[in-house]
């Protein structure tokens, strides 16, 4: 069983990314999503999670009104679209899948995680 990130990279203040997480090997309708990010020198932290039906959100409120995470059930993939984009959201970001009702930042709920992927925002 894994998850894998994708859709990383440079971007400049201002601008758009959009991280895509792929499952496989576990029961995705059953399990709660969400991703994490750690920046150079800084503890990882949560950043937003979406319950195994896509009822209940959670975000950041370093990130909220600027992010937005969604989930397909149907293809096992979960994305986090991330707008607005500012310097201080550069970091290494993580998808993370725990079979749990519950969304939200404690990493305790997670069994799987990905290897992460780099967001850089600079000019």
């Known amino acids: 069983a894994q998850v894998v990130e994708s859709g990383g990279g440079l971007v400049q203040p201002g601008g758009s990314l959009r991280l895509s997480c792929v499952a496989s090997g576990f029961s995705f309708e059953d399990h709660s999503m969400g991703w994490f990010r750690q920046a150079p020198g800084k503890k990882r932290e949560g950043v937003s999670f979406?319950?195994?039906?896509?009822?209940?959100?959670y975000y950041s409120d370093s990130v909220k009104g600027r992010f937005t995470i969604s989930k397909n059930n149907a293809n096992n993939t979960a994305w986090l679209q991330m707008n607005s984009l500012k310097p201080e959201d550069t970091a290494v970001y993580y998808c993370?899948?725990?079979?749990?009702?519950?969304?939200?930042?404690?990493?305790?709920?997670?069994?799987?995680w990905g290897q992460g992927t780099q967001v850089t925002v600079s000019s």
């Open positions: 993370a899948a725990g079979p749990t009702l519950v969304a939200g930042p404690w990493e305790g709920l997670y069994d799987y």
């Open positions: 979406i319950s195994p039906k896509n009822n209940v959100n």
